[in-house]
């Protein structure tokens, strides 16, 4: 008689429904779309995951760096996936089951070298990477702190300021909301983000989602030594083609009041995060609330300068349509010309040529080109999703410029953690 086939295990890659933000970032990464979402969850289609962990280093809160074994043949399926709260436990396996190849590469091992025509993925110190910027953080960044706080234990911070950083002749409302944690422990690092519960149920009457907003202040607090943070919100009115939406968490936000409370989860964010050594050079190029962690960075570097703790180079290339929609305009233009170099790029100003963000790197190419060439220089960049191309060959025609080989020195800033990109 022929002796019985063994059972398979596939140890299956899945999204944590609990931790996960929705912040899109697994699925943009993914370099052959193995993962999609509905309005509930992320999934993982099985069929189509090669566990080559391309997606795990960018997700901020750790969500996609879930598996679960099963056998080969009873997977989870999409629909499945769709409709968790949670995830589900383990399956019972037979005893006799063995380890099929798709064991081989699992959450916690060395992920397995991509092989040459593997959809366009490439390697960055052992693990694979499609994005433009950096997985990992600056050797010298400080120790970041997150999910301190989840969707099973949100924290209530407390509203303390709510303030409107946008011109008042301007229809580009964009506020800055300071929010207290009391006596709740809730470290936070400059780069990091967090994600706020909005009030009510979508149309399937399932709870809002968080919606997860970059932090606006340093580690030490909005108002130093107090625990507290800020974030940059700008309310949605309007949606990508065009037409009126009413954005649910940022209409909220944006209407708050002082002493208005609101549920809290994270910090989120391990990679984008600033050097912590005095010497360091720090580009950062934003547009709109993109800026809310350069804030947070230029101001550390300010309260650091008070005590000589910092001595490095800070340059800001900063967009908007208009002057009047330059989040934090009025407080940017009162900072020391020789303690941060500021560029700004309007492409709607009256009177002025169309100007962006990529056209003032290239115009300050020489010192553009002379901040490349240091190892002490890290770049961050924020914003829109459409900015990172123009970025990134604005950064080779200056790099060309300077005799600078781009692609080696593309591949060098990313494996040192010295660019970085926050864009949406």
Known sequence: MNAPIPARILNQHLIDPEVCIRCNTCEE????????HD???????????????????????????SWI?????????LEQQFSWDELPAPQALPDEAVLGAADEQKSGDAAQPVQAGDEGAIML??????????SIPPWSAAHPY?????????????????YRVSGDDTESDIRHIVLDFGSTTFPVLEGQSIAIFPPGADENGRPYHARQYSIASPRDGERPRYNNLALTVKRVTIGHDGSPVRGVCSNYLCDLKKHDTVQV??????????????????????????????????????????????????MLFFGARTQAELPYFGPLMKLPRDFIDINLALSREPGQPKRYVQDLIQERGEDMAALLGSAHTCIYVCGLKGMEQGVLQALEAVAAQAGHDWPALHAQLKSQGRLHFETY
């Open 146 to 162: 997150v999910n301190l706080y989840t969707h099973k234990n949100p924290v209530t911070a407390t509203v303390v300021g709510n």
């Open 265 to 314: 989860i994270g910090p989120f964010g391990q990679s984008f995060l600033m050097p912590n050594h005095p010497g360091a050079n720090i580009v950062m190029i934003c547009t709109g609330t993109g800026s809310a962690p350069m804030r947070a960075m230029t101001e550390h570097c300010r309260r650091l300068l008070k005590d000589a703790a910092f001595d490095g180079r800070l």
């Open 125 to 134: 110190d052992g693990l694979p990477s499609t994005a433009a910027g950096a």
């Open 69 to 77: 074994k099963v056998l080969t043949d009873q997977p989870y399926t």
């Open 29 to 36: 990464t993914c370099p052959i779309d193995a993962i999609t």
């Open 39 to 65: 309005d509930n969850n992320y999934v993982v289609d099985a069929s189509i995951c090669q566990a080559c962990m391309a997606c795990v280093p960018p997700c901020p809160t750790g969500a996609v760096d």
